[in-house]
């Protein structure tokens, strides 16, 4: 009886704890249930709130790079317009420079043989320093460089650099050949020399001297600068190459307050006319060698038309007259005939000096008469003085 | 940039090339009495091999000037140069010793038109000319 008991008693404690069992498996059940549903909707809320995330930043960039771009276009038009105005300004500068280079060397024909000569150089001198400082300004506004029509030679062209320069004097040309820039290079070439010179004086002290020369390398014409200065350092020949290839435009607005537009105007003019400028050699002093490398479309080895063509005889009557009062010279002969031209023993008239060329008014009776005079007393005086003829015999 | 050259007025230079005081190397003018007009010039002994070295305005001075006498103001009337600038290349050539300087007689001193046109009336009246 009692071991039926205890049986029925450990029955009904295995179903109790089957039963148990079986709740707390169906309850753990649900629980994981929920856990994984809350789960899924978490993950599906962060995925969400992630697409929102990376919208709002994709929309942040969108405006950084429009914000961006808009200042971007605001400097580029701010550089166009500075460009502009600046533009119309150096070309104003540029052809009252040439005007008044023009000026200037037909007042010093007029007086050349006045001592003011001397002052009309060195205001020329400035004045073309000024011409050189408004084509720098007008080329790196885009503006395009007064231009000539004559081929000249190349040696010509470099004294016109030369004379471009503060201290012109110390610069020294080597050689000078038959060889002649094309009428279209020799503005562009010029410019590009001056600013290479003025680099050569400003870059080695004020009295060492800066050697031109040409070298004609295969179809190459090159004008060869060498300076006694300092070298430059790698960064600033790596500088300096990239502004001369043109492959860098500085901006107006980056060139500070004491621009220095040498290298970036000679990089725009090389490219725009088609040659090439190294400035990474080392001089024979140790100094900086640039070198300007002109192909072959630029130069010919044609000898240049004579400076001065063969003079027409009524100028050279005009020329004279003016300078020495008398038309004696108008025989054009370079040498003397001491007779025909006797050295005057008469005070010019004043009449005589302001109208050289109107003797008849004076009466030509009179004057053949003073004429022979003039020639007797001559012939008189040669016997105790020596005729320059005795000098030319000699 | 460098498109659109000119649609305003290109700019020619009509300017010498070469500027005066470039010509002159900067020297200053010499003195006033020094190469008048009629001083006469002429190559020094030598002066060709010299000359090879020269600027291309003094070896057209010295081709004037290689076969005798010339007056300054000839050569300025032949290189079409400025008096004042012959004169400075004269100076320069003369202290290189590339040329002779020879300078002119003086004038007669006394010789006034006044007077020499009364001389020569009176002649006339006495001879009949």
């Known amino acids: 009886m009692i071991r039926d008991a205890l049986i029925w008693c450990l029955v009904a404690i295995a179903a109790l704890a089957v039963a148990a069992a079986v709740v707390l498996f169906v309850r753990s059940r649900g629980l994981g249930e929920k856990k994984r549903r809350s789960e899924a909707a978490l993950t599906q809320q962060m995925h969400a709130a992630e697409s929102q995330l990376a919208y709002a930043r994709a929309e942040l960039q969108k405006h950084r790079d429009e914000y961006e771009g808009t200042i971007r276009e605001a400097e580029q038009a701010a550089e166009e317009s500075t460009k502009a105005v600046l533009k119309g300004a150096a070309r104003f500068l540029q052809s009252l420079a040439a005007e008044q280079t023009t000026l200037l060397d037909d007042i010093q024909r007029k007086y050349g043989g006045h001592p003011v000569l001397a002052d009309l150089l060195d205001v020329n001198h400035a004045n073309a320093q000024m011409a050189r400082k408004a084509q720098g300004i007008a080329v790196m506004c885009g503006a395009p460089l007064g231009r000539r029509n004559k081929p000249a030679s190349v040696y010509d062209v470099v004294r016109s650099a030369q004379g471009q320069i503060r201290n012109f004097h110390r610069v020294e040309i080597m050689q000078q050949g038959g060889l002649a820039l094309k009428a279209s290079a020799v503005a562009p070439v010029a410019l590009a020399v001056a600013e290479l010179l003025d680099n050569a004086a400003s870059f080695s002290q004020h009295d060492a001297p800066i050697e031109v020369t040409f070298q004609r390398v295969q179809s190459n014409l090159c004008i060869v600068i060498d300076d006694a200065g300092v070298s430059m350092s790698d960064e600033d020949r790596q500088r300096a190459t990239a502004l001369l290839s043109g492959d860098i435009v500085p901006q107006l607005s980056q060139l500070g307050n004491q621009p220095k537009f040498g290298f970036p105007v000679v990089g725009l003019i090389a490219r725009q006319y088609g040659f090439k400028v190294d400035v990474t050699g080392v001089s024979r002093y140790g100094g900086v060698r640039a070198v300007v490398l002109l192909p072959e479309e630029l130069w010919t080895m044609e000898e240049t038309p004579p400076p001065v063509e063969e003079a027409p005889v009524a100028n050279i009557r005009r020329v004279e007259s003016r300078s020495q009062n008398t038309s004696r010279t108008m025989h054009g002969l370079p040498k003397r005939g001491a007779r025909q031209a006797p050295i005057a023993s008469v005070p010019d008239s004043p009449a005589a000096r302001t109208a050289p060329r109107a003797p008849e008014e004076t009466g030509r009776t009179s004057g053949r008469g003073l004429g022979a005079f003039q020639r007797g007393t001559l012939s008189g005086r040669n016997l105790d003085t020596p005729s320059f003829e005795g000098f030319e015999d000699e | ?129």
């Open chain 2, 1 to 129: 940039m460098r498109d659109e050259p000119d649609q305003d007025l290109d700019l020619e230079l009509t300017s010498p090339l070469v500027p005066l005081f470039v010509i002159t190397g900067g020297h200053a003018l010499p003195p006033d009495h020094e190469y008048g007009h009629t001083t006469l010039v002429t190559a020094g002994e030598g002066a060709s091999a010299a000359a090879r070295t020269l600027s291309p305005e003094a070896r057209q001075v010295m081709d004037l000037v290689s076969d005798g006498f010339l007056s300054v103001a000839e050569v300025a009337g032949h290189t079409h140069l400025p008096l004042g600038i012959v004169r400075i290349l004269l100076a320069q050539m003369e202290g290189s010793g590339l040329i002779i300087v020879r300078k002119p007689v003086p004038r007669a001193e006394r010789a006034d038109r006044e007077l020499l046109s009364a001389v020569l009336d009176g002649l006339k009246t006495r001879f009949g000319a």
